[in-house]
């Protein structure tokens, strides 16, 4: 199915009992150490491999760096999780079977950023009261102080207009890792969401940032807090033929909004990943969706995010501070495969 674009070992044991004799069965059993020494072997093969993966993706060949993940796909110690994501049906869902899950689409399909919205008043007041007092100290004039005003006025609009205001996000978002742990490891769990479901939809992460400021390090990137990329050129190819699967679509609908699930479900409502939304709403307008198909489409793509995330908390939570401690993508990805139940998956 495809959306046509319209915009763009186990023993036994046997005992024998005689009146007059009694055989002792010696059995052989395999050293223990053999297992381990497999097992020590399985992860070092596997280690090798994500090290290539790294190396690949260091070098921006996203095709050899995928090529090398899902040729160890299943194999003896390979990648066990990626791509094997157990899913709900796709079906219309109401907001009432949400709500028997335990989930409430209000709580975080509208997220609002109280931290750093809190962090700019409190600049703003800030700001006002030094500026009185340093207008007093120094007996500026009014027309000091009007062309300082102006001058401030200037900075702000050529931010807005030239850099999207990213020159004030970063400030903002600088100071919030700084003054609010709160708002440090919201990110940083924002961002693990993103990576896990992207992994276990079979989506490979190739690289992340935490904060804005690395971003800009990084990406040369002004505008974007955060954020996890993605090898999307299989993506980009069913877009630019002018249609997208449907199995495509629902994987670009679950990342989208792992993010949020994934602040949601640790804090109860979501503060960023209003761009992952928007996003999304903005490819399903693109594809020519309904109201009531794109309602439909969300509703299924919040609730198996969010069993998945559900399912595997301590993959996440786990994979958020390997990532907390800038861990490479390959190591990430060995965090996931240590702490996943594929019984589970």
């Known amino acids: 199915m495809s959306t046509r674009l319209v915009g763009a070992p186990s023993c036994c044991f046997g005992f024998g009992h005689h009146a007059q004799h009694a055989t002792v069965v010696r059995l052989r059993v395999p050293p223990a150490r053999a297992a381990d020494t497999s097992s020590a072997q399985s ?38 999780a990626f791509g094997a994501a157990r899913q709900v049906p ?3 869902y109401k907001l009432d079977e949400l709500k028997l899950n335990g989930i409430d689409t209000s709580s975080f399909l509208s997220p609002v950023d109280l931290t750093l919205g809190s962090i700019e008043r409190n600049l703003q007041i800030a700001a006002l ?3 009185l007092s340093i207008s007093y100290t120094m ?14 006025l200037s900075l702000w609009s050529v931010d807005f207009v030239y850099f999207s205001g990213g020159l004030r996000n970063m400030v903002l978002d600088t100071i919030g890792h700084s003054l609010s742990q709160k708002y440090h490891n919201r990110v940083i769990q924002h961002e693990a969401g993103h990576f896990l479901i992207a992994y276990l939809l079979g989506v490979l992460p190739k690289g992340y940032t935490i904060t804005s400021l690395d971003t800009l390090i990084k990406q040369g ?12 050129y299989e993506f980009l190819e069913e877009i630019n033929a002018g249609k997208l699967s449907a199995t495509m679509l629902n994987k670009f609908s679950c990342i989208a909004l792992a993010g949020v699930a994934t602040e949601y479900l640790l804090y109860g409502i ?10 999304l709403d903005g490819l399903l307008k693109g594809l020519g969706f309904t109201q009531k198909k794109a309602d439909s489409q969300v509703r299924w793509a919040v609730l198996n995010t969010v ?13 958020a501070d390997a990532m907390s401690s800038g861990k490479s993508v390959g190591l990430c990805i060995e965090v996931i495969e240590d702490n996943i139940n594929t019984e589970d998956i």
Request: net charge neutral.
């Open 307 to 319: 069993l998945m995330l559900r399912r595997h908390e301590k993959a996440r939570s786990q994979l």
């Open 90 to 92: 796709q079906r219309l």
């Open 139 to 152: 007996e500026l004039s009014q027309l000091q102080i009007l062309l300082i005003v102006l001058g401030l």
């Open 270 to 279: 979501a503060e960023g990943g209003l761009a992952d939304i928007n996003k």
């Open 129 to 131: 009261l030094g500026g």
């Open 221 to 232: 990137s002004l505008n974007v807090q955060a954020g996890t990329a993605f090898v999307d």
């Open 43 to 80: 992860a070092a093969r596997l280690r090798a491999v994500l090290e290539k993966v790294d190396e690949a993706l260091s070098k921006g060949n996203d095709e050899a760096a995928l090529s090398l993940v899902r040729g160890s796909q299943g194999n003896d110690g390979g990648l066990q």
